[in-house]
C-alpha cells in the first residue's frame, strides 16, 4: 500500500490521526464521517491503516502488532472510531469526556446526557432544524477550568429514521446499522468553537407523555454525569470532583421527550429562561 497517497488526516482537539484507506469507498465514508476533523498531515500521534477483505470485512491496524476486524462498513465505523477515542482520552487527560451530546443555542452550550439508543442523537437532530447549532451528538469534552466544550463535529449518527417531520438529506450515509448526516447537510450548521457550557439535559423517553423539562437538583445531576463519565479516573477525586464542578454551575433538567416538535419548543423556551434570569 502506498501509504502517503490514499492517507486521510484528521485533527481531534490537537491530537493529529492519520488514517490510510485504499478503498475508495472506505475513504468515502471515513471524510463523510470525519470530514469537519480533515487536516494537512504534519506530526501524526496516531496512525491507523484500514484494509477492506474479501468477505467485506475490513481490518484495522495500529502498527504491526495490533489489529482488529469490523465486520462491515457500520462497524468500520463503531470501531475505529471507539479505538480512536479512547486513545485521544489518553492524550489529553486535561479534558473531562463525559458520553452526551452538545449543542450551541444564542451563545451557550446545552448537553444532552442519555443512555446509548436513547434519543441523544434525534433530538440533536430535531434541534439542529430550530436555531441551534451542532458540536456534538456523542463526545463532550470538558475545559474543566472554563467549562468550555470543545466540538467534536463528526457527522451525526442515528440508529433508526426521525419522523418525517425531520427527514433526512440527501447527503445522508447510510451503513449497514446506522445512518449519518455529514456536519455540512444540518440545518442548524456547526459551532466550531469551543462553547461555554449552560444547562444539561438528561433525556427521558416516555411515549404518550407531554414534553417537559423537569429541573433535578445538583446532587441528582451530578450522579447521572458521572454515570456516563468516560475518563474519570484521569482527574482528581476518582472523577467526582469534575462533575460535582459540572453540576454545580450548569442548569440541570431531565427532558421528558416524545413528540420532537415539542419537545424542541420546550428546549427552546427552557433555554430562553435561563438566558432572562441571567441578564
Same mark, same amino acid.
Given at each position: 500500500m502506498d501509504f502517503a497517497s490514499c492517507a486521510l488526516s484528521f485533527d481531534f482537539f490537537g491530537i493529529e490521526v492519520e488514517v490510510a484507506a485504499a478503498d475508495a469507498d472506505c475513504k468515502a465514508l471515513l471524510s463523510g464521517n470525519y470530514g469537519s476533523?480533515?487536516?494537512?498531515?504534519? @506530526?501524526?500521534?496516531?496512525?491507523?491503516? !484500514?484494509?477492506?477483505c474479501r468477505d467485506g470485512a475490513f481490518e484495522i491496524s495500529r502498527g504491526a502488532d495490533y489489529s482488529?476486524?469490523?465486520w462491515d462498513d457500520g462497524d468500520l465505523l463503531f470501531q475505529l472510531e471507539k479505538e480512536i477515542t479512547i486513545e485521544i482520552q489518553k492524550l489529553r487527560p486535561d479534558l473531562y469526556f463525559l458520553h452526551a451530546a452538545v449543542l450551541e443555542y444564542r451563545g451557550v452550550g446545552l448537553m444532552l446526557v442519555a443512555q446509548s439508543g436513547g434519543g441523544k442523537s434525534t433530538t440533536a437532530w430535531a434541534l439542529s432544524h430550530h436555531g441551534f447549532r451542532y458540536l456534538s451528538d456523542e463526545l463532550a469534552p470538558i475545559n474543566l477550568r472554563t467549562l468550555q466544550v470543545l466540538p467534536y463535529p463528526h457527522a451525526l449518527g442515528l440508529k433508526n429514521l426521525p419522523p418525517s417531520s425531520y427527514s433526512l438529506p440527501p447527503e445522508t450515509i447510510w451503513t449497514s446499522r446506522?445512518?449519518? !448526516?455529514p456536519v455540512g447537510a444540518l440545518p442548524g450548521?456547526?459551532?466550531t468553537a469551543p462553547t461555554?457550557?449552560?444547562?444539561?439535559?438528561? !433525556?427521558s423517553y416516555r411515549p404518550g407523555?407531554?414534553?417537559?423539562a423537569i429541573p433535578i437538583s445538583r446532587a441528582e445531576a451530578a450522579v447521572r454525569l458521572f454515570a456516563n463519565a468516560l475518563n474519570p479516573l484521569a482527574h482528581p477525586g476518582e472523577g467526582l470532583d469534575g462533575v460535582l464542578e459540572i453540576a454545580e454551575r450548569c442548569s440541570s433538567f431531565e427532558l421528558v421527550t416524545s413528540d420532537l416538535p415539542q419537545t424542541?419548543? !420546550?428546549v427552546k423556551e427552557t433555554m430562553a429562561s435561563l @438566558?432572562?434570569?441571567?441578564?
Open positions: 476533523f480533515a487536516t494537512q498531515a504534519q @506530526r501524526p500521534a496516531l496512525t491507523y491503516s !484500514v484494509n477492506k482488529l476486524l469490523a446506522t445512518l449519518h !448526516v450548521g456547526e459551532q461555554c457550557l449552560s444547562a444539561i439535559f438528561f !433525556v407523555q407531554k414534553p417537559s424542541c419548543a !420546550v @438566558r432572562s434570569s441571567s441578564s
